[in-house]
């Protein structure tokens, strides 16, 4: 299992839901992600950081 930390930015907002991209990544696909497991405070264009599981604005 792979724990290293990754970086996502907030592709788009649709409800409930978020809808991300992992940066430096050329191919990378949506990640769809309930939007009450990320921090209150997203927006479309906000960076995430994944690591342990939990999502932390950057």
């Given at each position: 299992m792979d724990?290293?930390?990754r970086i996502y930015r907030v592709n788009r907002i649709?409800?409930?839901y978020a809808y991300l991209l992992q940066?430096?990544?050329e191919d990378a696909e949506e990640k769809?992600?309930?939007r009450a497991l990320?921090?209150?405070e997203i927006a479309?264009?906000?960076?995430l950081?994944?690591?342990c599981l939990q999502y932390e604005l950057l």
């Amino acid at each position: 299992m792979d724990l290293t930390g990754r970086i996502y930015r907030v592709n788009r907002i649709d409800g409930d839901y978020a809808y991300l991209l992992q940066e430096e990544k050329e191919d990378a696909e949506e990640k769809c992600v309930a939007r009450a497991l990320l921090p209150a405070e997203i927006a479309e264009g906000s960076r995430l950081l994944y690591e342990c599981l939990q999502y932390e604005l950057l």
